[in-house]
Every structure is written in structure tokens, then in C-alpha cells.
């Protein structure tokens, strides 16, 4: 029997490295277990019979087994503890045999045995990248659904290996730091009886998998199910296949944040080492904290003073001054903590859909940026709609979850534009792209680090489900189809992110303070209505101005930023906005228009038109404009007037030269009927909208 050829061998008391750790000639193990008796149970790989190997007594401190194995060869080995007697799990162990293939598990009559798997690994001199928070855009998604979906068209789909192929996509949109769903080995075969029962997704019916993976843990070790086996010949190597995604990550200048959930049934020290864990032997940039743990210990974790760890909330629980140090001449920020929750999500769609006293939450939300931590904004997330169903659906649609629709949220905080679901009606879709293109500048606009949720950028839908925990289908892997369909929302994301990159206004280390601090003669951020300077604070308000002076902001070549004014208009009516007075030889120019479908809503840095009414703008309805206040000659050529034009780009750039200029009245004539079309879409009753989208099949087009 290849367990017999083990030998024991004694090493220095006092090593705690949880797990297997590779030494000459062997391997050390060290796990933690509370009995007064602790053995080792080696088997060769899917055997009955093993060996026992008992943990020397005189190796044990506290509840800490440790010792020495020397062999020639591990492989096809497995193992498993005896504690008083009882065969348990590792719960420290790095790799889980039988958790191969993905839904298969092994039976939940025996616990899980381990493999012996310590694999040498060249990092190539790899390091954590550091970024700051305020420069950060991330990208969350699920290892499986990301390219599970035959419309991905890469090798290896669903795996650590197929991420790979997307890089050259995250780059091209812009992305910084991708955020894996639990990337760790989690039980997905639950059932109703299952112990571990979490306030992430209610019990499970018999025969459906935990998709997302909120579900007993084992904190050690990446999935094995997300490898493809060909890291190393022979079979998966999960370890190896994750450390090289991360190192493949970082050659590209992107994170990884992982996230980490618990069910509060772990001790603080097991937390605490599996985060320690991830960040010493898989060199992840941060870890997302889900479930219960032990927040204020992991902040103050000397070994973690260099990672960013997110949570729901860090108030009254960081260290003394956290934020104020910094590390290689200001090249890493020890601002590293970020507040992590729904908060930014429920205000912004509310304010999107157009509801009363939103004023107050949006300026409060998109100034949001704690000195002490930072906070990470979103408009979708796992749990809930998508951004495209945001704006599709008012009610959840859950019935394949097999609950009857009564899981998932019934508060989400959404408009469907007048037709619940897909609709083939133009004036629907050229509605629900408007708010989408609100929705992106909503969240790219305001400080803080702003969170994609993966397939948001191209109109991804799950069909209304706002639950799918369940669901490993089409429901939720990514439909890259798409990309070519929704091409247009692509680009409109794609250039709001660089456009959000190369102006730090809108992404400063700090909270904007509203004060002329650099007596320049504009406050850093300052608020208006649709008179300027006057912010109107009624609950009926839905107009919003904010007005960025350039010169609190640096680019990377440290001259000063531009003047930007942002006109939030989400009243269903259109309103004239004055516009503040620039600093003289400045003129405001238009960035964006997110009625202007004609355009995207973009119009390309050097080619902005130059507002012909410098005193005013009228603000269509449910619309965002960006206005950049530029010298002369900077801006483009064309000039963009008050004139209505139908067709639903509600102002339109004329040529240089011509500059025709509509009356007043008709302006607000034609932007009327633009309101009186958005009244009608309002006033569609969700009743008639199922009748209207009956049998229309799965369009997924916006």
C-alpha cells in the first residue's frame, strides 16, 4: 500500500502554517481540532481501508496538530481526520477529492476527504498591484456563468482557465479589478434539510444546486470544479489553475478581489486565516466579506495592511486614523477599506424611476467618499434585477425557482417603462436605452468605486428573476450574443468609463468638501437647481444640478482638470436648466445627452459642440447632460442649439457657421410632446402591459 512508504518525522514545535506545506523529501501538515485525540486517515485515492497515522502529542499546542510526512510521493493519496474517534474533514485542507466535476459532490454520509497537494509554483516575481480605490472600476462576476453560455466561444467554459480568454474584453472596457463570486469549494448539492442555511438565499428544494455558492465552505481551497485539468498532466489542479489566472491578472493590469462567505458558524481564527490564507498563497489584491465575520480583527491584521477588504459596513469598527499612512511615496493609499452594501443601488433607482425627495439621497450619493474608508457604488448586484430588467420589470418573475414567486426581493426599486418584460414597441426600447444610458452616468458620475455587475454592459437579462440562486442555465450565464445585439449600450459603457478615467473630478481620493478650499473661486463641488446656485430641496424636486471645478482635480500629467456641469433632469417633463457662470475665455461644450439617441448620447472628447445659449439649456425629460466648459478652439466646431428635433435626440449640434437658432417656444413645444409620449409609457398599467407582451418569446433586445 503506496501510505505505508510515509514516514514521520518531528520538526521545531511552535510552526503553525494551517494545511499542507511543502518541505524537503515531504510534506508538513498542520490542521486545528478541539479533541484530545487527533489522527491522520491516509488512503489511496477512493480506498475504504486507510492507514492511520496519529499526531504526536508533544507537537500540540492548544488545539493545533502538527508533524512531518516524508514520502517520495504523494499523488493519488487522500486523507482525512480522526478526532476522539470520529472521522472529520480538514477544514484546512487545500484541495477536496470527489468535488471534481461540477454538481456531482460526494456523499454526505462521509466526510470529505483531502488531497496531498503541495505544488510548487513560479510566481514570477508577481506582486499585488495596489491601486487606489479612487481610480478603481470593478467588474463582478460568477466563475461558472461568465462562460458557461456557448455564445462565449472559448475553451474550458466555466472554469478559472476560460477567464483567460475574456481578459482582452475587460481591458477593452476598461476594467481594473475583477471580483469572483465565492471562488472557494462549496457544497452546491443543498437540500431543505441542509445545517448550513444562510440569509442569502432561502432553503433550497430538493434537486436544485446553490449556484452562487453562499453554502458550507471549505475556506482552503479554490473549487475544483472551476478547473479545466489543463494546468498540470494528469488531472485538475485547481491551485495551480487559480494562481494562474491571478499572475495572468496582474500582468495586465487588473485585481482580483475575491469574496469570502460565512456562515458565522467558524471561529474568528479560521476567518482570520483564511483571508490571510488567500492573500499569502494566491496573492489576491482584496477579499469581499460576506456573512459573519470578524471585521474589526481583520482590520487591524498586521499581515493584511496591505489589502483591501470590503464589507457592509466599517463605522466605529477601522483603527486609529486608518487612511493617514502611506506606503512608497504615496504610490499605495492605506485607504484600503470600502463600505459595501445595497445603499447606493436603492437611492439610485429610485431616483432613476423619477420618485419624490430623492434631491437630498442623490447628492448625498454621488459625493459619497469617506476620508477613513471609500465605498463601492452599483446599480445591479447578484442578488436582484439586472440592469436590463431594471428597467424591464417592476415585478419579480422567480416561478422557475420553484417557490411559487415567493422568494427573492418584492422591493426593487424599478420602472419597466410601461410594458412589463420585453417589448417589440419602439418607443418602449428607445425609452429603457435613455434610462440605461441614465443609469451608467448615474453610477460613472459619482464618487466612490463604481461596480459593474458582469453583462450589465450589454443589456444582460435573466428574464425578471431577481433570485436566481438555482438557476445554473441560461438564466444566469452571460448570453454574449449580446455584445453584437446591444453593440451600442457597449460603447455608450466603454467611453463612460474612460470618460470617468481621464477626469479626476469624478473620481477624487476624497469626499469633495463644497468649498472654495483653494480660493479659486468655485467650491470643488457645488450643487444647484434650475437656478443656478440655488438647490431646491422639495420632495417633488427631480432636478439636480452639480457643477465640478477642474481645478481640485489632476490628471496624469498634473495639469488641471475641466469645469463640468451635470444636469439631472428625471422628471417626465422636460425643465430649463441656467447654467453657472465659467471662468472668463471659457465656454460650455456638450459630453453627453442621453436623450440624443442619434449620438449614443456621446459626443467624442475634441468634437463637443459649443452650447449656443451659454446662459441656459433646456433639459429633456428623463435626461442626463454633461457640459465641459472649454476654451476656445478645444471644443468641436458644430454648435449646439435649442432647436427640438422629433425623432428623439431632443437638441442636435447645428454645422459651425450656420448656427440656427430655434425660438424658445418651440423648443419647449417639441420637448412637450417628448413628455406627453414619456407620460403615456408611464401610465401603462402592468395588467394590460402582460396582455401586450404575450407570446412575444424570449426577446432579449432592450
Partial sequence: MKADKIKTAQHSRGCYVPGITGIEGGIRICTVASGKSCSLLVYEKGGKKGREIPFPPEQRIGNVWSMDLLAEDFADLEYCLKVDGREETDPYGRAYSGRERWGAGASARQPVRCLFEPVPYDWEGDKPLKQPLSDMILYRIHTRGFTMHGSSKVEDRGTFRAILAKIPYLKELGITALELMPPNEFEERMTETDEAKNPY???????????????????????????????????????????????????????????????????????????????????????????????????????????????????????????????????WAARRFAEYNDGFMIDMRRALKGDEGQINPMIFRTRRNPGGYGVVNYMANTNGFTMMDMVSYEQKHNEANGEDNRDGSDYNCTWNCGVEGPSRKMKIRQMRRRQLRNAFLLLLLSQGTPLIMAGDEFGNSKGGNNNSYCQDNDISWLNWNLVKSNQDLLEFVKYAIAFRKKHPVFHMETEPKNIDYLVCGHPDVSYHGVRAWCPEFEGFRRQLGIMYCGEYGRKADQTPDDYFFVAYNMHWEPHEFALPKLPKGMRWHVSFNTDDAKVNGIYPEGGEPVLENQKSCLIPARSIVVFIGLRAGKGGEAVYSQKAHPEGGAQKPDAAGEKRSATRADAKTAAKADAKTAAKADAKTAAKAGAESKGEGKDTDI
Fill in 201 to 331: 438565499a432561502p432553503p433550497i428544494p430538493e434537486g436544485k444546486l446553490n449556484y452562487w455558492g453562499y453554502a458550507k465552505s471549505w475556506h482552503f481551497a479554490p473549487k475544483a470544479a472551476y478547473a479545466s485539468g489543463k494546468a498540470v498532466p494528469g488531472g485538475k489542479s485547481p491551485c495551480r489553475e487559480f494562481k494562474d489566472l491571478v499572475k495572468a491578472l496582474h500582468q495586465n493590469g487588473i485585481e482580483l478581489i475575491i469574496e469570502l462567505y460565512f456562515t458565522g458558524k467558524e471561529s474568528a481564527g479560521l476567518v482570520q486565516e483564511a483571508v490571510r490564507f488567500w492573500v499569502r498563497e494566491y496573492h489576491v489584491d482584496g477579499v469581499h466579506l460576506v456573512g459573519a465575520a470578524p471585521t474589526a480583527l481583520l482590520a487591524d491584521d498586521p499581515l493584511l495592511a496591505d489589502t483591501k477588504l470590503f464589507a457592509v459596513s466599517w463605522d466605529g469598527l477601522l483603527p486609529v486614523k486608518a487612511g493617514s499612512r502611506e506606503i512608497e511615496a504615496g504610490q
